[in-house]
């Protein structure tokens, strides 16, 4: 599995974009980034996914660099609802049903 | 639609008992993903299950610990002679084909081991 290195935490204001950043030097060409979160108490939730291209959702946008060796997630404005623990996820290819959560990135939205 | 459900949401045992955990995944969903989150720690695969057949375990420990998805009814996780390190949050997944972009997660189950 390709390693992923997120902060630990971040604050953001709200109504702010707040930007995720996540280090994974050694995907392999044919790995997908997944992002997660996980709300106190709560299973995790889905948000996006991506391979080399730039995506964007309902929820959030996906930015990947050229050489795909980081990403950053973009939640454009965020709210206090979306205070939770995000999880950037690079799992094998072969069988990318197999999600490993690291520590990830406690954001919290303030008023 | 319902979501994925578990229950029960809080269970305690103690020492030496057996835990089952029970996962109804969503309507339409034939594949089940089993995670478990320690303490502190994010979640980790344990086993991906569909209809009546466990397709990868790679993740669950090798003693005391079973799955299955039968033809009808829920998928049970089943934890035999709990100890007290089984304590943990136990999460069941399920998504109309194995991947990791679809994959729907229940509210776990709290295993607690007095």
């Known amino acids: 599995d390709a390693k992923t290195t997120q902060p630990p935490s971040m604050d953001c204001a709200e109504g702010r974009a707040a930007n995720l950043p996540c280090n994974h030097s050694?995907?392999?060409?044919?790995?997908?980034v997944y992002w997660y979160r996980q709300i106190h108490s709560q299973g995790p939730q889905y948000i996006i996914h991506?391979?080399?291209n730039n995506e964007t959702n309902e929820m959030a946008s996906l930015i990947i660099t050229e050489d795909r060796k980081s990403s950053t997630l973009i939640l454009p404005h965020a709210t206090l609802r979306d205070t939770a623990v995000y999880y950037c996820?690079?799992?094998?290819?072969?069988?990318?049903?197999?999600?490993?959560f690291g520590a990830g990135t406690t954001v919290t939205v303030r008023a | 639609n319902a979501g994925v459900m578990q229950n029960p949401r809080h269970l305690v045992r103690r020492r030496g008992q057996e835990a089952r955990l029970r996962c109804s995944p969503m309507?339409?969903?034939?594949?089940v993903y089993w995670y478990r989150q320690l303490p502190e720690e994010g979640l980790k695969f344990m086993v991906y299950?569909?209809?009546?057949?466990?397709?990868?375990e790679s993740g669950m420990p090798k003693e005391r610990f079973s799955a299955e998805f039968p033809k009808e009814g829920p998928s049970i996780l089943r934890i035999q002679q709990v100890v007290r390190g089984d304590s943990a949050a136990y999460f069941c997944?399920?998504?109309?084909?194995?991947?990791?972009?679809?994959?729907?997660f229940g509210p776990g189950t709290r295993l607690l081991v007095l």
């Open positions: 299950l569909q209809k009546e057949n466990i397709i990868d």
């Open positions: 996820i690079v799992p094998p290819s072969f069988n990318d049903y197999k999600l490993s």
């Open positions: 309507k339409g969903h034939s594949h």
């Open positions: 991506g391979l080399k």
């Open positions: 050694t995907i392999s060409g044919n790995e997908y």
């Open positions: 997944a399920s998504s109309p084909e194995p991947s990791g972009e679809t994959q729907y």
